[in-house]
């Protein structure tokens, strides 16, 4: 796991581009990391990348920030959060709900959920872009 961040790491600093660019990708990828889009956040966030003319790369480190350990808390906020502002009438408690029932509620669970995921994106999304900007103007000033 250890040489897996160092990797990672290593990327992120190899990173090219204006630190704006950087930024802009790196918050394409986290905003869309917190949308129901497993295992295809990585198309989605460098689809993004390209319409906000970001770094693509960016874009697809920024999309890890939804993986197997942070998905649960991330797809329950987002069902969560947008449940209550579709205001759902619905309670979905998945000990009480059998296979059968989840598949009848299925287009209101996932309505709730990318409208939740949307919503709970945008604030990682704005704080992954100034932490991202600030770290590279460092970065630039650092090799220059």
Known sequence: MKK??????????????????????MAAGVF?????TFPFQTFFAIGL???LRASKAAAAIGSLFSNPLTIPFIYWGSYKIGSICL??????DIK???IAETLNY??????AMFA????????????AYFVTKKAFI???SIKK
Do not use: R
């Open 4 to 25: 897996y961040f160092q990797k990672l790491k290593k990327k992120i600093k190899n990173l090219q581009g204006d630190p704006h660019y950087i930024a802009l990708g």
């Open 87 to 92: 205001k759902d009438i619905h309670t979905f």
């Open 32 to 36: 869309v990391a917190a949308t129901p």
């Open 106 to 111: 299925g287009t209101d669970i996932a309505a």
């Open 49 to 51: 990348a390209f319409i």
């Open 138 to 140: 460092k970065i630039k």
């Open 96 to 98: 009480k709900i059998s």
């Open 116 to 127: 939740g995921g949307a919503i709970l994106g945008i604030i990682p999304a704005v704080i």
